[in-house]
């Protein structure tokens, strides 16, 4: 101890320095020399100071120190550049998101720049706790709660986005930056600080660059050193590869789980995700389960591939499909099994095996209705789905209503040498009675065309066939005089061709279709033989003006050339109205009249319709409103002379569901005749057109 500080000669203690006084009263003993009005003497600074008892070290009186020098700067003096790391960060200048009323994100690092802002805030808002149980109830307890799981979810989040030295600074108050007052409630907010982002380094994919497509499928993996490193984008890259794979002729191709190693030293990912090709295949048969039912044969048929043909897994998922839509299975599965393995080069070959467990093929159904124009109407029908094998139908079907009633038979043959491909033949008697005309016929119908379906849909599809009938009708009254009935003896043949370019069947939003009919007739009635042509062409088009509008409209033109309008049956001439037409008219209640004002039919037509199809906001957008207007023309002469026009207005709605729209039409004549109803509905699945 320094001898300035104690003398440690002395010999006293503690205990002998504090006076006996001190102890048995020490307040008595504080104030012993001092009085109320005693005060402290002032200390002049310039007084010397005293010796310190005890201290045998002599304290200078004059102390006389040299000056300084000055120093002359060097020649040579180097400066070093002052270098910042880290991330750059202003909180005072923060960019902030405001996800609810009580919560906000700050983004306080200016450099580097964050740039996955945009889609980071949509995330977290999508899952951040505070907003999900927000409510005004909320205590500061309940919010910190959450908010502690919050800020796990924004560090979770970083590392998605490839950010592993990131920091979340949680503040909660009632106050924010700038503002003079506090709130009524507390507020959370984050500082989200990402730092730098890590990139990919090494990465390893196992065998393969050894499979024969192997620089091509290293491109469908599409991602490479130094690319910002991103746990979403492995997850889906990998889907990709896998695509890649089955779409290349790789069906037992396997991808292990991605591991990825961070490097916090050189702020790297090192990714390894071992694959293994497993040889390249060719398909070769289709192998059925159950040839009696569905053979083998058949399937192939079916199956949009040819033995030879490079595997692809979408293939092998389409015949899948294809087979259970046939309606005859409960469950099937396509499995490839190896026949020939891959050797010098060339791929091997594998069968498609195909394992199908029988549905119910009997079918009962019914249905009753009623409606403002048609009156009651109930059908019923019995059918076999595989009477004939493979897919031969026979279905039994009646009607009885108001206006109609009717009985038939119908065997149909469906994929009917080849996919989509329907063989029809139909037979029925029936008779109607509605305020057109009056109609008792028998008719037989065969038919062969390619359907486009919602599995699917195809840009031209088209329909041969040939129509045979006698039929015994008349309309009631021509110029106040009953005419007696008249009978048609008809054969002709038909055709239809459609090109469709829309994006949906049943809900289109942009693109076109086009359909021409056409159907040369030979008819003879009164003792004579008549020709004539019936030709039909419809054009309609979809285009989305906006997110949220779909503007549709539609062409028809139709016209029967060729023979006078008494040698064309009724039931055969041209009509409009209906839900299909001119809504807000009753069905074939547009048209040329009688005297009593009852349609007669016409050899020429023309309609057209424009609607605007508005998705809302309501049942999460699956309502639609859609407003609509509608016009008709039907003339006797072949060329439209636009003497009987009608048009009809109206609003409607649509209920997206996952098999099409139900639709709800509401429609008004605008210039109706005196027999017209005021207001028709209308109910159907799918859009008007």
């Known amino acids: 101890m320094p001898s300035f500080a104690q003398d440690g000669g002395t010999g006293l203690s503690l205990e002998d320095l504090i006076p006996d006084a001190a102890v048995e009263n020490p307040e008595q003993w504080a104030q012993q020399g001092t009085s109320e009005t005693e005060s402290a003497a002032a200390i002049d600074p310039d007084s010397p100071t005293m010796a310190l008892d005890g201290s045998a070290l002599a304290w200078p009186e004059d102390l006389d120190l040299p000056p300084l020098e000055e120093l002359e700067p060097g020649e040579e003096v180097q400066y070093a550049d002052l270098e910042l790391t880290g991330p ?25 720049p964050f740039s996955a802002t945009g889609d980071f805030v949509d995330r977290f808002a999508d899952l951040s706790t505070i907003k999900q149980l927000d409510s005004d109830s909320d205590n500061l307890a309940q919010l910190g709660a959450r908010a502690k799981q919050d800020e796990t979810l924004l560090a979770n989040l970083l590392r998605v986005y490839g950010y592993y030295d990131g920091r979340v600074v949680r503040s909660i108050s009632a106050i924010d930056a700038g503002e003079d007052d506090a709130g009524d409630r507390a507020r959370v907010r984050f500082d989200v600080i990402p730092g730098e982002r890590y990139t990919y380094g090494a990465i390893d994919l196992g065998n393969l660059t ?16 130094g690319d910002y490193l991103q746990s979403d984008e492995i997850v889906a890259e990998r889907a990709d590869l896998d695509t890649a794979l089955g779409e290349s002729g790789y069906p037992f191709a396997v991808i292990d789980d991605p591991q990825l190693l961070i490097d916090h030293e050189r702020r790297e990912g090192d990714l390894t995700m071992p694959v293994a090709p497993n040889g390249k295949y060719r398909f070769g048969s289709v192998v059925s389960s159950d040839p009696e039912f569905l053979s083998s044969r058949h399937l192939a048929q079916i199956a949009r591939f040819e033995s030879g043909d490079i595997y692809r897994r979408s293939l092998e998922f389409d015949l899948r499909r294809a087979i259970l839509a046939t309606g005859l299975v409960s469950s099937v599965t396509v499995t490839p099994n190896e026949v020939s393995p891959p050797a010098d080069g060339a791929p091997g070959t594998v069968d498609m095996a195909v394992a199908l467990e029988r549905a119910k093929l ?10 403002t124009e048609e009156g009651f109407r109930v059908q019923a029908s019995w059918e076999h789905r595989n009477l004939f094998p493979p897919e031969g139908l026979l279905r039994v079907r009646g009607i009885a209503g108001t206006q109609e009633q009717l009985g038939g038979v119908t065997v149909r043959f469906n994929n009917f040498g080849g996919r989509d491909k329907v063989l029809t033949f139909d037979a029925y008697a029936s008779t109607q009675d509605n305020a057109a005309f009056e109609a008792r016929t028998v008719a037989f119908r065969a038919s062969f065309e390619r359907l486009s379906n919602l599995l699917f849909q195809k840009p031209f599809s088209w329909a041969l066939g040939t129509e045979v009938l006698y039929t015994d009708e008349r ?4 110029s106040g005089i009953p005419r007696d009935r008249q009978e048609y003896f008809i054969a002709g043949i038909f055709g239809r061709a459609t090109i469709d370019t829309s994006d949906d069947l049943l809900d289109p939003t942009r693109g076109f279709r086009l359909t021409a009919f056409v159907a040369p007739e030979a008819s003879r009635t009164v003792g004579e033989n008549f020709f004539y042509v019936r030709n039909q062409f419809d054009a309609s088009y979809y285009r989305s003006v906006s997110d949220s509008v779909v503007m549709a409209g539609r062409l028809r033109l139709a016209t029967i050339p060729g023979a006078p309008i008494f040698a064309i049956a009724p039931s055969r001439r041209l009509y409009a109205g209906g839900g299909a037409s001119v809504r807000g008219y009753g069905y074939q209640a547009i048209g040329p009249k009688n005297d009593l004002g009852e349609p007669t039919g016409g050899r020429s037509l023309v309609e057209a319709s424009l609607e605007a199809r508005i998705r ?9 409103v859609v407003p609509f207007f509608d016009l008709g023309s039907v003339s006797i002469e072949t060329t439209p002379n636009f003497r009987t026009n009608k048009f009809g207005a109206g609003v409607g709605v649509r209920y997206a569901t996952g098999f099409g729209p139900l639709r709800l039409d509401v429609g008004f004549p605008i210039n109706p005749d005196p027999d017209d109803s005021v207001v028709a509905v209308y109910v159907s699945l799918g859009q008007a057109f």
């Open 475 to 478: 309309n009631r009254v021509i």
């Open 210 to 225: 050894s499979a024969s497509d192997g620089p091509a499928l290293r491109g469908d993996f599409g991602i490479k050193p």
């Open 88 to 112: 750059q960060l202003a909180f005072s200048e923060a960019e902030t998101e405001r996800i609810s009323d009580d919560l906000i994100l700050g983004f306080p690092q200016k450099e580097p």
């Open 362 to 371: 009997r079918t009962i159904a019914g249905a009753i209705g009623y409606g």
């Open 616 to 624: 809302t906001g309501f049942f999460d957008g699956a309502l639609s």
